[in-house]
């Protein structure tokens, strides 16, 4: 006999599928390999209607390395577009609106299929933040604004400037931590 709270999520689901229509879905695995531990990502998925409020975005800490990637998918109902932007945060550096996944962009297509093609992957590694197809092509999404301080004193960091960046960052680089909590 089925429990009534499985029921219950089957109807749901079914209801949102009714209602949704035909959508397309787009699936990234978010990897951290940055050189410390400690990467954040609060994101939301924008664009499309009902359905892409019901996607799957990361929210809060990335663990370090390949066995703890985020699985991302974006929702979006057939004819829109729809994006999943996000807060970054790093060893003190913040990054607002940084796009993590865009159903525009010529790649996104090769992101449908993680069972047939293999997974696309958004990879923090080298200060910046590349998308990765499972045929080898991709994307530098951005440069992140990793700043080098030559001293640290309790929460305080002197000497501090941000090294050159061959591309435009992957977002807008915010000052503070209190930006970053304004999402």
Request: glycine share 12%; net charge positive; hydrophobic share 40%.
């Amino acid at each position: 006999m089925a429990r009534p709270a499985a029921v219950a999520v089957a109807v749901a689901l079914a209801a949102i599928a009714a209602v949704a229509g035909a959508h397309e879905s787009y699936y990234v695995s978010v990897e951290n390999h940055l050189p410390e531990r400690g990467m954040k990502l609060v994101c939301q998925a924008a664009g499309g209607m009902f359905l892409t409020e019901l996607s799957v975005v990361p929210r809060g800490r990335v663990p370090h390395g390949k066995a703890g990637r985020r699985i991302t998918e974006l929702m979006v109902e057939a004819g829109r577009d729809g994006w999943v932007r996000c807060n970054w945060a790093y060893a003190g550096n913040y990054v607002a609106g940084l796009v993590l996944l865009d159903s525009r962009w010529p790649e996104a297509g090769r992101c449908q299929d993680p069972g047939g093609q293999g997974l696309c992957r958004v990879v923090f590694e080298h200060d910046a933040v590349f998308l990765k197809t499972p045929d080898g092509g991709g994307r530098v999404i951005g440069d992140l604004p990793v700043k080098r301080c030559r001293g640290h004193w309790l929460l305080f960091s002197t000497g501090c400037s941000y090294p050159d960046h061959p591309h435009p960052y992957a977002g807008r680089r915010l000052g503070n931590a209190f930006q970053y909590f304004a999402f």
